[in-house]
């Protein structure tokens, strides 16, 4: 199910590294890991507590497959810089 929601996301994501849109993957990719991250620290739904890894599990997912698709080792490291900073908090 939390797989499913994110569809949308990750297919755009995907998109824009076809079109070598490198710079717009990074920032769609922190708005997605961002999100994923406020769910999983905000979220008061029931589907939060019956799917209690799932936000982790899609955070790693989600970066593993950017920093797979990423040619570039600084947009890598931005991405890296922006998680520690707290997701641009």
Sequence with gaps: MFEEALEPFT???NRYFELSLENEAKKYCMGILKGIDQFGKES???FKDWAEDAPDEFFERVLDDWKRACKNPEHIQEMEDFI??????
Aim: glycine fraction near 16%; hydrophobic fraction near 15%; charged fraction near 35%.
């Design 44 to 46: 008061t739904s029931q």
């Design 11 to 13: 297919n755009e994501l």
């Design 84 to 89: 520690e900073r707290g997701l641009g908090k």
